[in-house]
């Protein structure tokens, strides 16, 4: 071992669903939309200025500030915005959990806390989600260096109501509660309408899914003030540009046209609750979905050897190989017409088992 080896940072890092490109293929394994982004992004970039891309973008992005303070009836300075929602909760990590105490989080959530806590050398404990993969509010009363709940959970697209959300902010008033909201638009309340409540609350969403824009890389958090001047103190600490000029222009045009955000919302609901009933047929349970994916198990046939079946069809879904959920499959909700291919193929896979 070289001496300059004891000195590289050793992490080990998020793995990322794949992203295969395959003809014909039906890809329900990274919760990505089906639907293409609102008509007004493809316009404005098929517009855009090349002296704009000369320059460099505007580091406020005051452009896209304003016009998701307008949606959310916020001030400018109560938001931020960074290159994906990754982005925005690495930057938060790093700005508000700085603590000698344990961060806490339940063992059942998104994959990428883990990874940035070992990262960022951040303590955490991770109190166990109920059979149900409900959260038990009581683990989160103890003392500790912060929390972050994503509300609808991954991936098991458990929705808590805002009340859970509520009591958990309520009894750790004294760090920052963070909560990461990438699917909530396919939910109920978000916790944005506590923000003026209490001001160590910090809210995460997305363009990635229920906008149609992973490809843009459009991520956003709302909070008290302060806490929003702390992470645009970090960020201009680490990279002064974040968001490019393509991004900012099509997030604005994303966030103006509310008719098509809400018709895919709905679109994409009524699709998951007929393939949830389609499912159940089938023999597979779920905890209800309140999100744009489906985590599903069933009643005879192991999740890997179905998921291995699917795959061999030119099916992507993601099987998670972690304690408690391996014999579980997520599920992305597609088109009605790519959710009736994969109901087929499920049904002829069962049949032969
Ligand atoms: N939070 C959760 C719970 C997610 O599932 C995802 C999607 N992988 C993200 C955040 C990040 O999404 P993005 O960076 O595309 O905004």
């Known amino acids: 071992m070289k001496p300059w080896e004891n000195n590289i940072r050793k992490v080990v890092p998020y793995v990322p669903g794949e992203q295969p490109n395959k003809q014909g293929m039906i890809k329900l394994n990274t919760n990505e939309n089906p639907y293409p982004p609102a008509p007004g992004v493809e316009k404005v970039l098929q517009e855009i200025d090349m002296d704009a891309l000369r320059r460099y973008p ?38 508000f959990y700085n603590s000698s105490k344990p961060i806490l989080y339940p063992d059942i959530t998104y994959s990428f806390y883990p990874v940035w806590c070992d990262l960022l050398r951040i303590p955490y404990q991770t109190p166990p989600l109920d059979e149900n993969f409900a959260i038990v509010k009581e683990d989160y009363y103890k003392d500790n260096g912060g929390v972050i709940i994503a509300n609808p959970n991954a991936p098991t ?6 009340s859970v959300i509520e009591d958990i902010i309520k009894h750790n008033q004294d760090v920052i509660v963070i909560v990461d909201e990438a699917y909530i638009d396919f939910a109920g309340r978000s916790a944005t309408e506590l923000i003026a409540k209490y001001e160590n609350l910090l809210v995460v969403q997305t363009f990635s899914k229920s906008r149609s824009m992973a490809g843009m890389r459009i991520g ?9 001047k702390a ?13 490019n000029e393509a991004a900012i222009v099509a997030g604005v045009e ?11 919302i709905r679109k994409i609901i009524a699709t998951r609750d007929r393939t949830e009933a389609a499912l159940t047929k089938l023999g597979f349970s779920f ?7 489906i985590f599903a198990t069933h009643e005879k046939i192991p999740a890997k050897e179905v998921f291995d079946a699917l795959r061999v069809k030119n099916v992507y879904v993601r099987h ?22 994969v109901l087929e193929l499920l ?4 049949e032969r088992y």
């Open 157 to 162: 697209s458990v929705y808590e109501e805002l």
């Open 254 to 264: 994303a966030v103006k046209d509310n008719g098509y955000f809400e018709e895919g």
């Open 58 to 95: 505007d580091p406020t992005v005051k452009l896209l500030v304003e016009e998701l303070a307008h949606f959310y009836h916020l001030n400018n300075n109560q938001l931020f915005v960074g290159v994906g929602s990754d982005d925005v909760l690495a930057m938060a990590f790093l700005t």
């Open 287 to 293: 905890p209800k979905s309140g999100s744009n994916f």
């Open 347 to 350: 049904h002829e896979i069962i």
């Open 220 to 228: 956003y958090a709302m909070g008290n003030e302060s806490l929003i």
């Open 320 to 341: 998670f190989n972690l304690p408690r959920i391996n014999n579980y499959l997520r599920i992305s909700i597609g088109t009605d017409e790519e959710m009736e291919r």
């Open 231 to 243: 992470l645009n103190d970090v960020k201009y600490s680490f990279n002064s540009y974040t968001m």
